[in-house]
């Protein structure tokens, strides 16, 4: 019933940032999927976990150049490598301007939960 590479739920639209499942169970093997697709004129991508007092939790992929669209997964562990706590996090996908720099900022919030 997990989240896997090969769970798709349709193509991604130009400049539009997805997060499947919003709420996860990582103590039961549930991950995020984090999908999303580069504007024209975007040079590259970083994704970003946050807790709900702005700390980093996990950066869990950087690219620039490359495909125009891009998944990854985030398992509900900090870096770590620990289960985070129940609570909200946010995800903060920067898309990157050619030659550096931030151009746009999506965020999308996912819940955890230890299933209890």
């Not at 490359?66 to 996090?89: C, H, K, M, N, P």
């Amino acid at each position: 019933g997990g989240v896997n590479s090969s769970n798709s739920e349709g193509s991604v639209a130009a400049g539009d940032v997805r997060v499947s499942p919003g709420s996860l169970m990582p103590a039961r093997g549930c991950s995020a999927v984090i999908s999303g697709a580069r504007l024209p004129g975007e040079a590259g991508f970083s994704i970003t976990i946050f807790d709900m007092n702005g700390g980093v939790v996990r950066r869990i992929l950087a690219e620039e150049g490359g495909a125009a669209v891009f998944s990854a997964v985030w398992d509900g562990r900090s870096a770590s490598g620990e289960i985070v706590q129940t609570g909200l996090y946010i995800c903060v996908v920067e898309f990157l301007a050619p030659g550096g720099g931030v151009c746009r900022r999506e965020k999308r919030c996912i819940a955890v939960s230890d299933g209890g």
